[in-house]
């Protein structure tokens, strides 16, 4: 079993940053792919930026030149910082990853909730 332990989030005013950090834990566990996706009201969950297998993450375009992923050196452990954020950012955020070993499975953390308004 892991568990994604999700922080950051909250009220920011247009143009304004923020930074979501979310650590996996728990059984000893192979990570393949980790992420954030993002789900606003009475739209589909949609990728955000993740690294997936690779070292080079991969965005949607939407936020491209806005937000930048990273991960700690450990590499459970993955941060978005989001920077010039608009009104259309305020979702929902959620960490996601996907684990190879023991089993194959996609884990979700509990969402955080991001609100651009000024």
């Known amino acids: 079993q892991v568990q994604l332990v999700e922080s950051g989030g909250g009220l920011v005013q247009p143009g304004g940053s923020l930074r979501l950090s979310c650590r996996a834990s728990?059984?000893?566990?192979?990570?393949?792919?980790m992420g954030w996706y993002r789900q606003a009201p009475g739209k589909e969950r949609e990728l955000v930026a993740a690294f997936t297998g690779g070292d080079n993450p991969e965005y949607t375009d939407s936020v491209k030149g806005r937000f930048t992923i990273s991960r700690g050196s450990a590499k459970n452990t993955v941060y978005l910082q989001m920077s010039s954020l608009k009104p259309e950012d305020t979702a929902v955020y959620y960490c996601?990853?996907?684990?190879?070993?023991?089993?194959?499975?996609?884990?979700w953390g509990q969402g955080t909730q991001v609100t651009v308004s000024s």
């Open positions: 996601n990853a996907f684990v190879v070993a023991p089993t194959k499975y996609t884990y």
């Open positions: 728990g059984t000893i566990f192979t990570l393949y792919a």
